[in-house]
Each structure stands twice: as C-alpha cells, then as structure tokens.
C-alpha cells in the first residue's frame, strides 16, 4: 500500500478516536494538559467534519474534555465549549427523533442529555447544593441538606430500570454502614419514569417496585422516592 492510499484510508472518525485513547493514555500517566492538548486537537477535527464521526464518539470526546477541563479548574473554558456540544448534540437528537430507528432515538437522547446534564451539574459547582424536592421518601424521615450541614452528603441519583444503579446500592451500604458514625450521609434519590404522568395506582406499583428493589439490596440509608415537583437542577432525573 502507498503512503498515498494509507494516508486516503484514516478517516475523520478514525483519527479522532485515536486520539481519545492516546488522551486516555495520557492522563493515565498524569499528564493532564498534554491530554487536554490532544482533545482540543479531537474537538477541532470532530467539528470540521460534523457528520463523519460518530455520534457516541462525539459525546465520549465532550465528556472527556470537559472533565479533563474540571480536572485543570478551566471551568469557563469548559462551559463556553460544552455550549456549542449541547446545541449539537440537542439537533442531532431531534433529527433522529423524527427520522431515525428506535435504537438510534435512544442513543441519541440519550447522548444529548449526558452532555446536557454535565454542563447543569458544572454550574453547581461553588454553589449551595439545591434541596432535593419530592414528594415521597422511601426510606426515613423527610430531610433537607441544610439539616445535614457539618456532615458529608452524598446524593445518588437511581431508577428502577438502570442496572449499574442496581449494582451500585451494595457498595453504598457498605459505604453507609462504615462511614455513617463519622459523618457520612447518602440520599439516594430517584423519581417516578414508567408511572409519569399515570394514575394514582400506577405511581403506588411503582413505588412498590422501588420498595421491593430496596429491600433486595437491603438499603438502609435515607431514600427519596416519588414525583420532584421541578425540573431538578441536577440535570439526573428527566
């Protein structure tokens, strides 16, 4: 093969993936600008060729860099980029919600609101915490963060359908039943999905769903549950 036809074959998808994992290599190895360096490099080549990259690959490389921005405290930088990804982000959902198969719609709203949470849960940061509003709480009594002000809050956001989330609540168990004598707090908030905007008797089976999930994995930390009656400022629960 000539170096002609080599150089013909990388394409735009290939050589910003390529450089994702020489970032990921670097900031294995502590070098976090040069990483952010090799991002930008990606971010340059991934919008000057929009739609010859992935769109799964495009979402990795803004999360990326925005956590690699967070990691450097170029949070300005982060917010002014992340911006422009959402607005992209957001159209190509809205092209595959009118246009695309049922897998292609998942992934792309689902890649839209990544990236779209992330630039709300950057906006939090040197803020007061918002207070959780639900109406349900699954587990204890109904508390505030500002009750838990001097402890250390932890807020893990879940639903009944995500298994990581599953997966997750025996490592915070354990983490509750270590730590809570030393201060540690952990909220674990979700809200109604399959019942959203259904009857009464569809939001209480599917609390009763949330209760039995609970119970499997024998939580014991404080849990809302339920309806949040805004848009959460976290960006987690839409």
Known sequence: MSAESASISITPQAIV?????????LQSF???EEAASELEKCLQAA??????IEFVTRIRLGMTLADVYLSLARIDEANTFLAEEVAFAERIS???????????????????????DRVAQIGLLGRTAPEPDLDTWLIGDRVTLADLRGRVALLEFWATWCKPCQE????????YDQESERGLEILAITRHYMAYGGTPEAKEEELNLMRALLNEHRVSSKVAGGLWRQRSPYGCLD
């Open 17 to 25: 993936s390529a450089g994702l994992d020489r970032a990921s290599e």
């Open 30 to 32: 502590g070098k976090i």
């Open 47 to 52: 919008r000057s060729t929009p739609y010859e």
């Open 94 to 116: 809205q092209i595959m919600q009118a246009t695309g198969t049922i897998n292609q719609k998942r992934s792309a709203m689902s890649g839209y609101l990544q990236i779209r």
């Open 168 to 175: 997750m609540f025996p490592k915070l168990t354990a983490l």
